[in-house]
């Protein structure tokens, strides 16, 4: 059974940088696509990034300057990092993973985190 | 702000069938197969439930059915039932690079 876990601080100050860690188990983490999601208070989904491992990084244009995701396949993990964080950054943030049926990724995301709660304050 | 545009709210009663709508355009939702539905139920992530336009997932009810006419891609519930009462998000492949969501839609039925 495949499972993705977010952790990650649930609290962060305005203007300092975002860590979250989405830990894979049950798939191997070199044959798939990997995504982070984040879903505003409002509850409007946004597509943060995604990231292969030998095909490198791709972000939301609107984010991409503050964003970085990596991927360390020796703890079957993925990582998101966003800078300068503000107010409109708080958001239940979601990793996920793309489909793959036979070696085609299908551009869809069927595997999800449960999701975890990022609030910038002070 | 969402790039692709959904109605805010759907009802249906019990048994009918619902339609919705994914309003994009020619770089995103017109442009490509990669067209996904996914259905959210209060406090849990979202699952798929419809890829590549009308495909279904293993284990997703054949009572849910993509389509795709130029820049609008749909979403049919037919034989609506009580525990299809959630949020419904489209998404899109654009621009070659990344993935855009829908605005969302709330079923209530």
């Known amino acids: 059974q495949v499972q993705l876990q977010e952790s990650g601080p649930g609290l962060v100050n305005p203007s300092e940088t975002l860590s979250l860690t989405c830990s894979v188990s049950g798939a191997s983490i070199t044959s798939y696509y990997w995504t982070w999601i984040r879903q505003s208070p409002g509850k409007e989904l946004e597509w943060i990034g995604h990231i292969y491992y030998s095909g490198g990084a791709y972000y939301s244009p609107s984010l991409e300057s503050r964003v970085s995701i990596s991927l360390d396949t020796s703890k079957s993990q993925f990582s998101l990092k966003m800078s300068s964080m503000t107010a409109a950054d708080t958001a239940v943030y979601f990793c996920?993973?793309?489909?793959?049926?036979?070696?085609?990724?299908?551009?869809?995301?069927?595997?999800w985190g449960q999701g975890t709660t990022v609030t910038v304050s002070s | 702000q969402s790039v692709l545009t959904q109605p805010a709210s759907v009802s249906g009663s019990p048994g009918q069938s619902i339609t919705i709508s994914c309003a994009g355009t020619s770089s995103d939702v017109g442009r490509y197969k990669y067209v996904s539905w996914y259905q959210q139920h209060p406090g849990k992530a979202p699952e798929l439930i419809i890829y590549?336009?009308?495909s279904r997932p293993s284990g997703v009810s054949d009572r849910f059915s993509g389509s795709k006419s130029g820049n609008t891609a749909s979403l049919t519930i037919s034989g609506l039932r009580a525990e299809d009462e959630a949020d419904y998000y489209c998404s899109s492949y654009a621009n070659g690079i990344t993935y855009v969501f829908g605005s969302g839609t709330r079923v209530t039925v």
């Open positions: 590549e336009v009308n």
């Open positions: 996920a993973r793309h489909l793959r049926i036979g070696v085609n990724d299908r551009g869809a995301l069927d595997i």
